[in-house]
């Protein structure tokens, strides 16, 4: 299967209010564009050639306009209440369409500074054959597991952060969103997981750490500093 066709979601519907800006957090700008743009241009030169953005509803408009002036096919969808839901509705305007792509990435739009480099190594997994690819990072800090009775240091060497964009082929997606195990997701903050739960296995590449989450104002001030070295 030659896999050719690749779109991405991009999740934008949260409500960032660990920001504390008046826009929603992806129309923040920094180094002069809007933070879905970073992560859109990302995107497209890494290899996606369609969008779908979710937005919060009273938004379309405004994001509409923004992404008016990259230049692949992006539609906006109206996001849900949590991430998931704002996935599985984008992901249903993917499936509603006349050909839908083989290859869906699903990207935070809080993720701006994803190197093109790391997109492309998402989808070559892909289309090599991995139904699930996933970037990930070592974790630097030592980290310890709380429990009743106090806390372990657990050993960080087996550990590895996880960002996006995360890449898998539609028909698998959307099984994994369909499956009722989605239902009582409220611990899935990632899309993998769900696939995993249908059996399949998650391949990990090498992600970056300028794939960064930008969600306090702290994250902003670093992902400014990043666009000036
Ligand atoms: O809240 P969190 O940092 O996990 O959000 C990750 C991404 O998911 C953000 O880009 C956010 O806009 C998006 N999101 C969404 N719909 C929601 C909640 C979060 O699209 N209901």
Redesign the pocket.
Known sequence: MALDRVAAI???????T?LRASA???LVRVGGKPLLLWAVEALTVGGVTELVV???AERIADFTQVLASQPVPARVVA?????G???RNALAALNATAAPPDVVLVH????PLVPPEVVARVIAAVQDGDVAVVPVIPVTDTVRQLAASGSTVVDRSILRAVQTPQGFRRDVLTAAYAAPAFANSTAV?DDATLVERLGYAVRLVEGSPSAM?V?TPHDLVMVSAMLEV
């Open positions: 991009v999740v934008a519907a949260g409500s960032g660990r929603p957090k992806a979710a937005a919060a996001g849900g209440a949590s991430r839901d704002s996935v935070d739009a809080a993720r903050t989450k969600t």
